[in-house]
């Protein structure tokens, strides 16, 4: 059965843009990569889609350990990616996987209880480019900058689970507008040189100052 009529909107309304793999693809060309929560649903994909691309080293780091569909695929296509699993907050951690001139973090930032401390994290290990893709709320009328803590479920299309500190990352903690995230960049050291949204979601390209 096609997918009911809620979910598809939910789904328009919430996707990224451009397409992920195409989009990394595009910055990758011999440079090292590392997607920062490469493994939830997606089992190092947009790792694959990276040294398929061309990028020079690859790693994948996740809280998650690796999957069956991620060993599947690392066996089938004879991979070199290496996978570390961590906490990308746990600085050891960060250090096994170590600085790459590319990163990709995307669907973590608003799991994150202190999200500049993540772009801090995340800046750590970026040589030239974070690629960072977030869900994002909209803009608020006359003001700039907001992010909600503990946003509501359905306060996004695909938000439905209420706050349980108990539960860790997998909260929603923020509900963070695409200016809020530029701002947080530029307090992080970062300059976004591109961005692209749809109305829940933010995709940006920012150089390491
Ligand atoms: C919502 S999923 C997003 C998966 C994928 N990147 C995507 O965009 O479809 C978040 C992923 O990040 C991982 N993750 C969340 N917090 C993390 C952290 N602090 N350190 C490392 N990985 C984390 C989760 O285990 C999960 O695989």
């Not at 893709?133 to 700039?144: F, G, S, Y």
């Amino acid at each position: 059965m096609p997918p009911s009529l809620p979910v598809r909107l939910r789904a328009r309304l919430s996707r990224a843009t451009p397409p992920r793999e195409e989009f990394v693809a595009r910055h990758v060309a011999g440079r090292s990569f590392a997607d920062v929560g490469c493994m939830w649903e997606v089992h190092g994909g947009i790792a694959f889609a990276a040294e398929a691309a061309g990028a020079g080293e690859v790693s994948g780091m996740d809280l998650m350990g690796e999957t069956p569909e991620y060993q599947a695929e690392y066996q089938r296509r004879g991979s070199k990616l290496r996978f570390v699993q961590g906490d990308l907050h746990d600085e050891l951690a960060l250090a096994r996987l170590g600085v790459h001139d590319v990163v990709w973090c995307s669907g973590v930032l608003y799991h994150a209880p202190h999200p500049l401390l993540t772009l801090e994290r995340l800046r750590s290990v970026t040589g030239q480019t974070l690629l960072l893709a977030t869900e994002t709320l909209p803009e608020r009328p006359l003001a700039r900058n907001v992010c909600v803590f503990a946003p509501k479920p359905g306060s996004h299309p695909t938000h439905t689970e209420p706050f349980d500190p108990a539960r860790g990352y997998v909260n929603w903690y923020w509900g963070i507008t695409p200016s809020a995230l530029r701002t947080m960049l530029a307090a992080t050291g970062f300059t976004v040189t591109e961005e692209h949204r749809t109305p829940f979601h933010t995709t940006v390209v920012a150089r390491k100052n």
